[in-house]
């Protein structure tokens, strides 16, 4: 079965320190890969995608993914978070059947400490 | 402006008493889809469409129904509400094929009491 998997619920950063999210995706195939954050009573917004092509993806906000085939993973990184980065970032995936929805994993936490 | 609107926002209702969640888009897309977010388990599909009178079930289907009438609406229906249906729901909005990405409404937080 298609699977999304973010490890880690909650991670906590710096103002000013690098970022990490992992994620890793089960599909048979590779997938369409996307990046999502929520702020706070608010929607979810596209971060970044990748279809093909290019393994480093450049995003919104300062944001990057790099996709990787030999680890399954399309991890999402920042070099210097800013306090307005804390928000929940889902990974989501698409197998490209025309009607399977977007697969997301379970999110996961950011808190930045000043 | 491109955009999904989901109204209402914000709705506390008794079980039993039935409610419909609206959802429309502008931007002709014939793919949208509902999802339920619950914490810890990330969000959920509910139901989704792939155009017009073409609606099919989602990994979280029960208890709910959804119609499309008209391509830019995608209204969802909870005929009888129970409390295990309080979340936080969202629609979504793509062309086919899903590879561009969704356009997310703002989220309706529903509590049933």
């Known amino acids: 079965a298609q699977s999304v998997t973010q490890p880690d619920i909650h991670i906590t950063v710096s103002e000013g320190a690098s970022l990490e999210l992992r994620c890793n995706y089960s599909y048979g195939a590779t997938p369409y890969l996307f990046w999502y954050v929520q702020s706070p009573g608010q929607g979810l917004q596209l971060l970044l995608k990748y279809f093909s092509g290019d393994t480093l993806v450049q995003g919104i906000k300062g944001f990057e993914a790099e996709f990787k085939r030999s680890q399954s993973s399309f991890n999402l990184r920042k070099p210097s978070v800013h306090w307005s980065d804390a928000a929940e970032y889902f990974c989501?995936?698409?197998?490209?059947?025309?009607?399977?929805?977007?697969?997301f994993g379970k999110g996961t936490h950011l808190i930045i400490q000043p | 402006e491109a955009q999904v609107t989901q109204n209402p926002r914000y709705l506390i209702t008794v079980t039993g008493k039935k409610l419909t969640v609206t959802c429309s888009q502008n931007?002709?897309?014939?793919?949208m889809s509902w999802y339920r977010q619950d914490p810890g388990l990330g969000l959920r599909q509910i139901y989704y469409s792939m155009n017009v009178e073409v609606t099919d079930k989602g990994d979280v289907p029960e208890g709910y129904k959804v119609s499309r009438k008209e391509k830019r609406n995608f209204p969802l229906i909870l005929e009888s509400p129970s409390p295990n249906q309080t979340s936080l729901y969202f629609c979504a909005s793509s062309f086919v094929g899903g590879n561009y990405g969704y356009t997310f409404g703002s989220g309706t937080r529903l509590t049933v009491v």
């Open positions: 989501a995936g698409y197998s490209g059947g025309g009607a399977d929805g977007l697969t």
């Open positions: 931007m002709n897309h014939e793919y």
